[in-house]
């Protein structure tokens, strides 16, 4: 089985920056993956990482340690728009496709 | 436009009339999954296919069917619904061995059992 674990609520001003972290236990790994998810929407896909270390795309940033069983999501130059949930999400066990998902971090944004 | 498409966008139901909620993609995805997300559980997977006639369960399929028979197509089939299927649900596609691209997802079915 596969479990992850992520705070579920953080709070940060626009402009600064944010860390939401996620530890996951899990029988088999291919990657960890982050999906944004605003009220009333649909999870969209941020960021993929398979091997240890950070993967960076425009203001998020991904980052992965497979010995820690550990990953976090970097926000930059927080923005109102990225309050949100964020899920993190690995793929193990039967499939790299396969994803189960975690509880979820809501980020709000205070100017 | 390259999207899942689910619906009805929202359904109020009774207790054991059965429903089929619709998903369709039109990325040729080999992979289609079900999701129900309710508060505090994230997203949970309800029932997944790999292709065409090939269907899995996930982690909470109890009370569900699905069918895969053609590729663009994958329903949701509750046969007797009950008040504890209530809760929002997501179709989601990806292409397999393409992790870095992701699931699109679709907008999204609210679902309300009395």
């Known amino acids: 089985g596969q479990s992850l674990e992520q705070p579920s609520e953080v709070t940060a001003v626009e402009g600064a920056i944010v860390q939401i972290n996620c530890t996951y236990q899990?029988?088999?790994?291919?990657?960890l993956s982050w999906y944004q998810q605003h009220d009333g929407g649909a999870p969209t896909f941020l960021s993929y990482?398979?091997?240890?270390g950070l993967e960076e795309t425009g203001r998020f940033s991904s980052f992965l340690s497979r010995s820690d069983s550990y990953g976090y999501l970097l926000l930059q130059e927080l923005q109102m728009k990225d309050s949100a949930s964020y899920f993190c999400a690995v793929s193990g066990d039967n499939a790299g496709n396969m994803l189960t998902f975690g509880g979820g971090t809501r980020l709000m944004v205070k100017p | 436009e390259a999207q899942v498409t689910q619906n009805p966008r929202y359904l109020i139901t009774v207790t054991g009339k059965k429903l089929t909620v619709t998903c369709s993609q039109n990325m040729n995805h080999e992979y289609m999954s079900w999701y129900r997300q309710d508060p505090g559980l994230g997203l949970r997977q309800i029932y997944y296919s790999m292709n065409v006639e090939v269907t899995d369960k996930g982690d909470v399929p109890e009370g569900y069917k699905v069918s895969r028979k053609e590729k663009r197509n994958f329903p949701l089939i509750l046969e007797s619904p009950s008040p504890n299927q209530t809760s929002l649900y997501f179709c989601a596609s990806s292409f397999i061995g393409r992790e870095r691209e992701g699931y699109t997802f679709g907008s999204g079915t609210r679902l309300t059992v009395v």
């Open positions: 899990t029988s088999g790994f291919y990657g």
């Open positions: 990482n398979a091997l240890d």
